[in-house]
């Protein structure tokens, strides 16, 4: 046997443990008191003058911008953190401003982005102007206070994209964490997607992920948001 086929064969004879991730997605979440620990709660009830007093202490490439209807204290991410470059959009559209909290909640977020070998996100929105729910027209969105984060796909060191429209695979209804969730045909890309949703939702640094599991609405993003005086956490 010449040696190109004896390494193909004993690379066909690895377990599968060592050429597909592991669906860390199905271990449970943590109960809401442990969650409550998380930086959602904390970040959420910061004052402007706090938070930009933490933001300006963490020196990274954020500006802060002039006032804008509903966002206490605007902010723009302008550069890569940890390493991690966030794509928002144009330069000067309102939808790439995030208000001081939620930048805080995704610095603290950047080692375990990095553990999972995230290079790059794409985000579609933070900031929408007087967004309401879908469901509650009279309830604003937390996307109206730019306290949300409208993640569409996640690019990783080797160049993988993960994208959640194509590599999710929601299914209406269904556990999105814990021992009864379930990615179609264990497909590695949805795996990873899946593990990393997970252990951010493990964190509490967000009080609400939807998912393409939750409606349609969310068929090709992840929704993360926190929110003042918000006393539950969800993944959905």
């Not at 379930?182 to 949805?190: E, S, W």
Request: glycine share 6%; aromatic share 6%.
């Amino acid at each position: 046997m010449s040696p190109a086929i004896l390494l193909f064969s004993t690379l066909l004879a690895l377990p599968s443990a060592l050429t597909d991730p592991a669906p860390t997605y199905k271990k449970p979440l943590p109960e809401p008191a442990v969650l409550a620990r998380g930086t959602a709660n904390r970040y959420a009830n910061l004052s402007p003058a706090a938070c930009k007093k933490q933001l300006a202490a963490r020196k990274v490439a954020i500006e802060f911008v002039g006032a804008a209807p509903g966002i206490a204290n605007p902010v723009r991410i302008v550069g890569p953190i940890g390493g991690i470059q966030f794509h928002t959009g144009p330069k000067k559209s309102p939808f790439g401003m995030a208000d001081c909290r939620l930048v805080l909640t995704w610095l603290d977020l950047i080692p375990l982005l990095r553990d999972h070998k995230v290079a790059s996100i794409r985000i579609d929105n933070f900031y929408r102007k007087g967004a309401r729910l879908p469901a509650r027209k009279s309830k604003k969105s937390q996307h109206a206070y730019a306290l949300a984060t409208d993640l569409t796909s996640l690019t990783l060191d080797d160049g993988t994209l993960l994208d959640v429209e194509k590599d999710f695979h929601g299914q209406l209804g269904q556990e999105v964490c814990g021992p009864t969730a379930v990615v179609q045909n264990n497909d590695p890309q949805g795996v990873l997607l899946r593990n990393l949703v997970c252990d951010i939702g493990r964190t509490g640094a967000f009080h609400h992920i939807l998912t393409p599991n939750a409606n349609l609405a969310h068929r090709n993003h992840l929704h993360l948001d926190i929110a003042r005086d918000c006393t539950w956490f969800s993944v959905k």
